[in-house]
């Protein structure tokens, strides 16, 4: 079959990014899988860590990346309904591992450990797949695929992070940072569907006016300097309640001085750097939350699925590449200049 493969673990992905033809097809899907054929897939920040090699995990290569994906079901395996079969669908790559340890009687909703179909094991930068029948919700023929593509991952992860463990309350101020990349622009949208006052960062003013064409109620640019005070004027000097940040290192300590009391600093990712420097002085007097959240739940999914079908959410798209010119895509991502998704177009 044909797949966009990462031929090699590489600073660079895009460079040892190659469009194959041989790539062997998945086996029939066992029992409680079902095969899909991919009609758009979505890049993500994750696949360059999966090229770059994650750290803590050990990869093999040449390997197939890719978590986010619209396809059409074609086969399912024992235990599945046929009428899955020649449904439009939206993928959730992250599968529970329900023999790992979950803390008992947790305070807010817990994802328990996952493994991700696209990291972990090979991924939807292919023609076919195979996942289990749980980790798919169709979302009918009407949808765009590549728009549909690029709404899984990130929409998951944002509204899991932000309503299912963060607890967005409607009328709240949330801060977003680095406007332009896939989670912040589902962020941005869900605390808008939610009637929330939003905040965005970037370094680029281009990014800040695309966001407020999309609903953003103030930008702050973002360069290099400490913005903390910038945004706490925005509010009258009380702070925000929320902020999500996936980048890291450059931005979390910012990020705790712009919170108001009782405020939630909620993190997805660390794309600047793991090791941020904090202020626990700050975080123990004004009574800040540190939110970590990986991922969302199939319930969760299934949740954004019906508001996704209901017209709630659109994903917002930066660039479509031919799955041939999949190195292409990944460049346009590692350049940092996108502003949504990069999706790859399976369809012929």
Known sequence: MEAVVIAEQSPTPSQ?????????????PGPGQCRVRTLCSA?????????????GLKLTYPRISGCDACGVVERVGAGVASSWVGQRVIVNAAVAQPEAYAPLDPPEPIVPEVQLLGEHHQGFHAEVFNIPV?????????????????????????????VGKGGL???QVVLVTGIGGGVATAALAIAKERACRVIVTSRHQVKLDAAKALGADEGVLDAGADWSRQVRAL???????????????????????????GGVYATPGCT????????????????????????????????????YRAGRFRPVVDRVFPAARGAEGFARLESGEQFGKVVLDWRR
């Not at 999500?244 to 009391?261: E, N, P, Q």
């Open 16 to 28: 040892a990014v190659r469009f194959v033809s041989d790539w062997p097809e998945p086996p029939e």
């Open 43 to 55: 890049l993500n920040h994750l696949d360059l860590w999966v090229g770059r090699g994650v750290p």
């Open 134 to 162: 749980s980790n798919v919700q169709s979302i009918g023929d009407v949808a765009d695929p590549a728009e549909a593509s690029a709404f899984g991952l990130t929409f998951l992860t944002a509204y899991s992070m932000m």
């Open 169 to 171: 309350r409607p009328g």
């Open 235 to 261: 509010t009258g000097g009380r702070g925000v309640d929320m902020a999500v940040d996936s980048s890291g290192k450059a931005t979390h300590l910012w990020c705790i001085k712009s919170l108001a009391r």
């Open 272 to 307: 600047s750097g793991a090791d941020a420097t904090t202020d626990l002085a700050r975080i123990f007097w004004n009574q800040l939350r540190i939110l970590g959240s990986t991922m969302g739940s199939n319930q969760e999914f299934a949740q954004l699925a019906a508001m």
